[in-house]
């Protein structure tokens, strides 16, 4: 009887996988060999071999304006390091014949370091030293040429701020290692870096890669990039008159802050003395603080506006309410005097007329009706004695006196701005309040956070922290603010056809060496927000100890720096700023032959990749210039208010992406 066969086939895709995997067994096989093989002729050659685990420093994150323009980015760099032991033992063997002296020569001509320095460095007994970080691609391929055992370099970035001071304490600094150690690259750090990575390889003490070497490792992933509520066309007006500022005052330093106070996004910010964050290690650190967030000084009258605030909230005075105004008020130990006391006494004026005047005797009487307990409250409730929140390092809290040490002479000061300290953003986040109706909300100066495909991780949105005042208060002081402007003392920020509120400041400095108030020394400031009925702009300006013959009030000084920021930027938003200028809100088809417009462009010749036609801007508002170039990826420097008038490049011209376009604008005439 026949039985069955047990024995069983394979079948034909058992036969494919076996194949495959002998094919793989194989192969791997004969790399393992090979780097036996390798390693053997290498140790024979007295070279041996080593596994270097490196990490990977992610691309960090770019940071980009409101409108899209690059403000901060990073570019591939070298380290440069040696291996001194494997340059002496190549020397010893006579496998490299130059002498040290002649190797530090060399690499210090590369790198523009002093031989001598990177001597020192080659007679180490060490496996590793460093030698130069931040070394452009070019000057490390030709160290590399030189083929000098044991030299070799690593991937770093650099970060460059192509734009140089613009914005330059919002945007802080990074350091060698790629973090960010100040302003908005350290607050946002964790979201610019990316995530690291490594890599495992082996290497021969030359340097040198192993071939056929098994390497192994783990990408790294780019930062997130962010965009700022930065308007590049705002902050140039900042900086512009930041200069001016600088110049005309000879001001120990000069600070201007830029906000939209129904939002709390920071429009513009900086500072003189400023610095380039690309050379960062040039000026001392003092330089580069961002003053409009960490300078706690004492406000002076612009603080009038906060004291008035709360006192037509609790409904203690009206707007026409008189106080009597001799000149000097007598607060024991202490005479209270105003500004212009020895000029002439004011008499019996109204409230609204007290702040028109900037008087001291008639704030400190509203202050005192407020009483130091109420008054604590709503310091407070404005937000001074504590950080705002903003998003970017090195914020201060500024400083109010405890209530239960407040005396009468306290309260009556610090009505007019004496005896707290406060910060910029601090004290224009507060008048914003006033500005949009009552509500403080959280100054903020990044507005989006995107992934590096693109894609937008974060949206920013508006915080408001609560409701300081009511709306009818808030336009009550506001109306009050535009008398200020239009027949008081801030006369210097009047624009026709705009309604401008606004607020002086005059402060006398404490004198360090007496611990009293100085006679020569003054903080001038202005603040003002424009449209009063619609406010699109909220400004701050403050100048640190004038030393100009024009004086020291901040009227005169600070005023038309206000003024011209607003100005600029009520043009930029396309809103008439006089009464014989026009916007393209307001042009009508018969107007359209006056207003100069574009023209179609012939460029000069095909362009390239990388490569950007400029295009025509004439007659074009600073918006729409603005929004033109960004989305041409093209920088931008503006002169002149108005409509643009003048370029170059001229249009037509072929430009590489990122270059940048001078603008100068012109009011339309009739």
């Known amino acids: 009887m026949k039985t069955k066969s047990k024995v069983k086939y ?40 080593r596994t270097i685990d490196q990490s990977l420093r992610p691309d960090r994150g770019v940071i980009f304006d409101a409108q899209g323009n690059v403000l901060a980015q990073s570019i591939p760099v070298k380290q440069v390091y040696a291996d001194p032991r494997t ?19 060399d690499l210090g001509g590369i790198l523009e370091i002093d031989p001598q320095e990177i001597l020192d460095k080659l007679n180490k007994d060490l496996a ?148 380039d964050p690309t050379d960062y290690a040039k000026v001392a650190p003092e330089v580069r603080r961002n003053l409009a967030i960490s300078m706690s000084y004492e406000p002076g ?20 309410e008189t106080f009597d105004d001799p000149g000097f008020l007598r607060i024991p130990p202490l005479y209270i005097t105003n500004w212009d006391s020895d000029q002439k006494p004011h008499g019996f004026i109204t409230f609204t007329e007290g702040m028109q005047l900037s008087s001291n005797v008639v704030l400190a009487q509203v202050g005192r009706s407020l009483g130091k307990e109420r008054f604590d409250t709503y310091l407070k409730a404005f937000g001074f004695g504590q950080k705002t929140g903003i998003d970017i390092s090195g914020e201060e809290s500024g400083l109010l006196l405890p209530a239960e040490r407040v005396r009468d002479i306290d309260v ?92 002086t400041g005059t402060a006398q400095k404490v004198d360090p060496a007496t611990g ?18 619609d406010p699109k702009i909220a400004v701050l300006v403050i100048i640190d100890t004038p030393n100009t013959e024009d004086g020291h009030q901040g009227g005169t000084l600070a005023g038309p720096r206000a003024k011209a920021i607003i100005e600029g930027a009520l ?27 574009p023209q179609q462009v012939v460029p000069e010749r095909v362009p390239l990749g990388g490569e950007i036609v400029i295009p025509d801007l004439t007659g074009m508002t600073m918006r729409e210039v603005g929004e033109t170039l960004a989305k041409s990826e093209l920088h931008f420097n503006f002169s002149g208010t108005g409509l643009a008038i003048q370029q170059s ?15 100068k604008f012109s009011p339309l005439s009739q």
Request: include cysteine.
């Open 10 to 49: 394979f079948s034909r895709d058992r036969w494919v996988q076996v194949i495959l995997l002998s094919v793989v067994v194989l192969v791997f096989g004969r790399l393992v060999f090979l780097q036996v093989v390798q390693a053997s002729d290498l140790k024979a050659k007295g070279i041996e071999r």
């Open 412 to 503: 009556a000061t610090m009505s007019f701005g004496q005896a707290n300290s406060v910060t910029p953003i601090q004290l224009l986040t507060a008048i914003s309040a006033v500005a949009n109706g009552g509500t403080l909300y959280r100054p903020y100066i990044v507005d989006k956070i995107s992934s590096f495909d693109g894609q937008t991780v974060q949206q920013q949105k508006p915080t408001p922290v609560r409701q300081v005042i009511s709306e009818s208060t808030a336009t009550q002081m506001t109306n009050i603010l535009e008398e200020v402007v239009s027949d008081g003392t801030g006369h210097t920020a009047y624009i026709p056809g705009i309604r401008v509120a606004g607020k």
């Open 301 to 320: 009258s612009t603080f009038k506006i906060i004291t008035g605030a709360a006192a037509l909230e609790e409904g203690l005075i009206q707007p026409d």
């Open 649 to 663: 490049p001229q249009p037509g011209k072929i430009v590489t992406r990122g270059s940048p376009v001078e603008v």
């Open 516 to 533: 009293a108030y100085s006679k020569t020394d003054f903080v001038a400031s202005f603040a003002a927000y424009a449209p009063a009925e």
């Open 87 to 105: 340059l002496n033992i190549a020397m010893e063997k006579k496998q490299f014949k130059k002498s040290k002296d002649e190797v530090a020569k």
């Open 128 to 275: 590793w030293v460093n030698l130069a970080h931040q070394v452009e691609v070019a000057k490390a391929d030709e160290i590399l040429a030189l083929k000098i055992p044991g030299v070799g370099c690593s991937d770093e970035e650099k970060r460059i701020y192509p734009m140089g001071v613009f914005a330059s304490s919002v945007l802080g600094i990074v350091n060698q290692e790629g973090h960010g150690v100040e302003g908005a690259e350290y607050y946002y750090d964790k979201e610019l870096f990316g995530k690291p990575g490594f890599q495992s390889k082996e290497q021969d003490t030359r340097a040198r890669s192993i071939l056929d070497a098994l390497n192994q490792g783990d990408p790294s992933r780019p930062g997130n990039s962010i965009n700022l509520t930065i308007d590049s066309t705002i902050q140039y007006y900042v900086e512009q008159q930041l200069d001016e500022a600088q110049k005309a005052t000879n001001a120990k330093s000069v600070t201007i802050l830029a906000m939209d106070p129904k939002t709390g996004r920071v429009l513009g910010m900086g500072s003189r003395p400023s610095f």
């Open 571 to 597: 043009q930029y938003y396309g809103l008439p700023v006089a009464n014989d200028t026009q916007s393209t809100v307001t042009i009508s088809p018969s107007d359209t032959a006056v207003r100069p417009t």
